[in-house]
């Protein structure tokens, strides 16, 4: 027994009569060499004595543990409840499973699961990554650790990652809106240097713009901190007589807290103030009027963030280390 009171490998082997060897490949599911009587003995004294064991030192003797860390930014919303189901039933089918933190875009929270993750053993990492991991994934390289990027990229050729298209989505999406009759246009969204995703989103509603000879005025807002009168009398100063104005919000969390607060000039939409987002697809399809969204695939992303990742763990090298998936358009009542 353990200094701290707790049963041991070598508890289980004296109590059972065989080696530590054995009863170390027991555990890790070697059995095939071991007689029926042999595992019933272990198993029965397993059970016995409530033996739990200790992961982080089993790994150490393993070439791999089972275990995939999954650092999310935001784990609240419906886009990353789907890639973490992506992730977890693909994980499942290979005989993984996944351990998952929330980091808040925050690099120290980054730091600390990745810390903590490597203790427990994890094999690789899922990671959407703020724009600071640089020094982590150094850490993980001399680790010898793999790790896929999903949803935001650090712009390095040879990282692996799984993203959708979203300046592509967004620049398609504003070219229609265009062509139905949209001459004003506003982006209501956070600051977009913290994530390549927010500067994909940013760029391409830009760049479809001012291509159609158009300027964009901005309203920066802040995750918790949106006050609905501000946005308001914002959209309000860019409403003009002489066409339609398009209202974009780039980020799936503050959609519908912009939307709440634009629904007192609600009989507006879509034919004075249209609205377009991303994502929030139950919720968009429940509002009134519904809103359209640049929805992305999220479970798909999931699903191939976690292929990408065992590819590596497993050096079967059969899937494309750069991945980018086409995002499709909800059209609905919010847009002409």
Known sequence: MSKDGKITIKDIAEMAGVSKTTVSFYLNGKKDKMSIETCAKIQQIIEETNYRPNIAARTLNQKRSGLIGVIIGDITNTFSNK??????????????????????????EESSYVERMLTLGVDGFIIQPSASFQELSER???????????????????????????????????????????????????????????????????????????????????????????????VKSQITD?????????????????????????????????IIGFDNTEWASFASPRVTTIVQPAFMEGDKAARLLIDQIEETNQEPIHQTLRCSVHWSESTL
């Not at 993203?163 to 398609?172: C, F, G, L, S, W």
């Not at 913290?194 to 830009?206: A, M, N, P, V, Y």
């Not at 398009?246 to 939307?259: D, G, R």
Request: net charge negative.
């Open 83 to 108: 890639i973490v189901k992506g992730i977890e039933g693909t994980a499942r089918e290979h005989g993984y499973q996944i351990l998952v933190g929330n980091s808040g875009y925050d690099v120290k």
């Open 140 to 234: 993980l390289r001399r680790l010898g650790k793999p790790y896929v990027y999903f949803d935001s990229k650090l712009y390095e050729e040879d990282h692996v990652f799984v993203k959708t298209d979203n300046y592509e989505a967004t620049e398609n999406a504003v070219e229609e809106l265009v062509k139905r009759g949209y001459r004003h246009f506003a982006m209501i969204g956070a600051d977009p240097k913290l994530l390549s995703t927010r500067i994909e989103r940013s760029k391409g509603f830009t760049d479809a713009v001012e291509k159609a000879g158009y300027t964009v005025e901005n309203f920066e807002i802040r995750d918790g901190e949106i006050s609905s009168d501000a946005v308001l009398s914002f």
């Open 242 to 274: 002489d066409a339609p104005l398009l209202v974009y919000v780039p980020n799936c969390w503050a959609l519908p807290s912009v939307y709440e607060a634009l629904q007192p000039i609600r009989d507006m939409i879509p034919k004075k103030v249209g």
